[in-house]
């Protein structure tokens, strides 16, 4: 079964970094791109990057470039996504996802990790 | 503000067939294919329909896609109390130069 388990919630202060996980398994981890998505409390998806674990090929979402870290550990089957300085705003449910493709434009996430919590408050 | 618009909120009753309609622009459902996530309440996104109109294994086929121009539609026959969830479109957006989201829909089985 192909499967991704994420890392548990984290409660976290504003300022301090925070690097949470997201497990592969059931599939050839380094031939498929993870995304990240958030999704903010009562809000819909966003995405926010991906990642080629094969060569840790990385590609951003405009609105999270320079605020997140993605990255992938082929030794583990582990995707990771970072913060430096989290702020309350960062608060939000993050889920990772293994992204197919049927070439071109023809793209979607399948399966998806349970989510992780992240809540940042002081 | 989600780059694919969808209604807030539908609903039916058991056994009725409801729609969700999903709007974008050329950019992205206009050049590409729409693929619909439903997600249960308190649970992660589930890959419902993908490329326009395939259904993954498991997925009932009381589930349709459909795409048309720039819009999408995502149906549900024979409506089930089950079936009272989220559901989101998605599409690759070619501006962007990755996946965009609609808002949801949350579908009410009355």
């Known amino acids: 079964e192909v499967q991704l388990v994420q890392s548990g919630a984290e409660v976290k202060k504003p300022g301090e970094s925070l690097k949470i996980s997201c497990k592969g398994s059931g599939y050839s981890f380094t031939s498929y791109w993870i995304g990240w998505v958030r999704q903010m409390p009562g809000k819909g998806l966003e995405w926010m990057g991906i990642?080629?674990?094969?060569?840790?090929?990385?590609r951003y979402s405009p609105s999270f470039r320079g605020q997140v870290t993605i990255s992938a550990d082929t030794s583990i089957s582990t995707a990771y996504l970072q913060w430096s300085s989290l702020k309350a705003s960062d608060t939000a449910m993050y889920y990772c996802?293994?992204?197919?493709?049927?070439?071109?434009?023809?793209?979607?996430?399948?399966?998806w990790g349970q989510g992780t919590l992240v809540t940042v408050s002081s | 503000q989600s780059v694919l618009t969808q209604p807030p909120s539908a609903s039916g009753t058991p056994g009725q067939r409801v729609t969700i309609s999903c709007s974008g622009s050329s950019s992205n459902i206009g050049s590409n294919t729409v693929n619909w996530y439903q997600q249960l309440p308190g649970t992660a996104p589930k890959l419902l329909i993908y490329?326009?109109?395939q259904r993954p294994s498991g997925v009932p086929d009381r589930f349709s896609g459909s795409k048309s121009g720039t819009s999408a539609s995502l149906a549900i026959s024979g409506l089930q109390s089950e079936d009272e969830a989220d559901y989101c479109c998605?599409?690759?957006?070619?501006?962007?130069?990755?996946?965009?989201f609609g808002g949801g829909t949350k579908l009410t089985v009355l």
């Open positions: 490329s326009n109109n």
């Open positions: 996802a293994r992204q197919k493709s049927a070439g071109g434009g023809n793209l979607w996430f399948d399966p």
């Open positions: 990642v080629y674990p094969s060569d840790s090929d990385t």
């Open positions: 998605a599409a690759w957006d070619d501006s962007l130069s990755g996946p965009v």
